[in-house]
């Protein structure tokens, strides 16, 4: 009989790519790690891993068998919300992703409705870049989480995970309001301004983006949605931005345009709350939409449900009825 431990730990090696990366993210040793996988290929009776080097890889056997534990996970996973719902009474802990903006605008107001409905639930929140939630959700480091995704940077595929839209936001290009010639603090729209851009009724992004091919650009850290999505905005455009800051707090990006360092594409939620005369703003064409993310079978587990519904209580005005 397989092992369903084991076969979340082969699972993890099909996503991570390493045995040392499945031991860090499982809080095991590598060799308990490969110990564990070889008394799994015992248990299959053929070879599921082959060793290239220093690394190893699926072999198809083992390539089919991660299929099947997908499926056997997401049983597990509906068969734990069908206990719970019928435990009643929601208590204990709920592991909560989040990225920072969300964070502040959102999760708050969230947490403050679930303690109201269910008060014997233990919110626990991490902040988590939305890039690194689908090895989180299904090591169990977390059992629900928000992400994102750009026009440019769609969110991938992930075997094992799920997910419900929440709410989508307008994206602004930051610029100081001396560069502009503009009113202070101004907010406009990229519509108009000659080119096409993301989409239809894109009229004008590519346009306003090209003027500040040459000015210095204020990025996330690389390796994060938000980075992406600036460079590959930019390259649609036409350029590759010269960066000269790399920040992943938005509220610190809008400082440093209004000091003169740069310009930055940030969210709505990110100029939200930070309103300063010297940065002025301008609509642009392309969203960020930002899901609920769970473990597939998941969906229906009642704290997992109760937290859905909490964040679609707390949303401020401006997202409450602009749900993807």
Do not use: K
Not at 61 to 78: I, S, W
Not at 88 to 108: M, Q
Not at 226 to 232: E, G, K, L, S, Y
Not at 269 to 296: C, Q, Y
Request: glycine content about 10%; charged content about 20%; aromatic content about 4%.
């Amino acid at each position: 009989m397989l092992d369903v431990r084991r076969l979340r730990l082969l699972r993890e090696l099909a996503h991570r790519g390493t045995i040392a990366a499945v031991a860090e993210a499982l809080s095991f040793s590598p060799s308990a790690v490969s110990q564990q996988l070889s008394v799994l290929e015992r248990e299959a009776g053929l070879p599921l891993l082959e060793r290239t080097g220093r690394r190893v890889r699926l072999t198809p056997a083992g390539q089919n068998l991660v299929r099947h534990a997908d499926a056997v996970l997401d049983l597990l996973e509906r068969a734990d919300a069908e206990l719970a719902e019928a435990r009643g009474g929601l208590a204990g802990a709920l592991r909560i992703g989040s990225f920072p903006t969300a964070t502040r605008a959102i999760v708050p107001a969230a947490l403050a409705e679930l303690a109201r409905r269910h008060p014997g639930l233990e919110p626990m929140v991490s902040e988590t870049d939305p890039a690194a939630v689908a090895h989180a959700l299904r090591a169990g480091d977390l059992d629900v989480a928000l992400i994102h995704a750009y026009d440019f940077v769609p969110a991938p595929e992930e075997p094992g995970l799920a997910t419900e839209p929440l709410y989508r936001e307008a994206m602004y290009l930051a610029t100081p309001a001396q560069w502009t010639g503009g009113p202070a603090g101004s907010v406009a729209s990229a519509e108009g301004v000659g080119e096409g851009g993301v989409g239809e009724g894109g009229v004008g992004q590519r346009a306003l983006l090209r003027t500040h091919a040459d000015a210095p650009w204020i990025t996330a850290t690389p390796g994060t949605l938000c980075h992406a999505m600036t460079v590959r905005a930019c390259e649609d455009a036409g350029f590759m931005p010269r960066i000269r800051h790399q920040v992943d707090e938005f509220a610190t990006v809008l400082a440093l345009v209004a000091a003169g360092q740069g310009v930055a594409v940030v969210p709505q939620l990110g100029i939200t709350g930070h309103a300063d005369p010297a940065v002025a703003l301008t609509r642009l064409v392309m969203e960020r939409r930002t899901n609920v993310a769970f473990r597939s079978g998941a969906a229906a587990h009642p704290a997992v449900a109760a937290f859905g519904a909490a964040l679609r209580a707390a949303l401020p005005p401006e997202l409450s009825g602009d749900h993807v």
